[in-house]
């Protein structure tokens, strides 16, 4: 069965996209610092709020801006694999989205982000993982609500 195809409407997005077969790809060091600099070399295509790197999924908190949100994570997912070089499927088909309806919702996606090492466990503190928008080594774009 073909997924179904998402529209085109403009907005902010908290996306989440697994690996696959739940591999923990991203508890490599290497892999992470990849990843982000994926999501940094394809920033001119949306702006990004937030993001963290577990290790085995993402999550971001975007705006696209030139293209549609199914592109930007075409760009994200196959420029990091391709990055990768690897030899067998990194990414689950697909990925989930929520639209963010308000500044309320924005800053739950937000938190979220930031507390989720927390709750797996992999810090004591939101500020002790490297790999999340709370500590950030790419550029950050600012959110416009509305």
């Known amino acids: 069965m073909a997924i179904p195809t998402r529209t085109a409407r403009p907005g902010t997005y908290f996306i989440t996209s697994l690996v696959a077969n739940r591999r923990r790809v991203f508890q490599v060091t290497r892999n992470a610092e990849l990843l982000l600099e994926t999501l940094d070399h394809y920033g001119e295509n949306y702006l990004l709020h937030a993001y963290v790197v577990m290790p085995d999924h993402i999550h971001l908190l975007l705006t696209p801006t030139q293209i549609t949100l199914e592109r930007t994570m075409q760009l994200v997912k196959g420029g990091f694999s391709h990055r990768f070089h690897a030899s067998q499927p990194v990414w689950q088909r697909g990925f989930t989205d929520h639209r963010i309806r308000n500044a309320e919702d924005y800053a739950t996606r937000l938190e979220y982000i930031a507390q989720n090492p927390v709750r797996a466990r992999l ?5 002790e993982y490297p790999y999340s928008s709370v500590n950030p ?3 950050l774009d600012e959110y416009l609500s509305g």
């Open 137 to 139: 080594t790419i550029r």
């Open 123 to 127: 810090c004591t503190a939101a500020e």
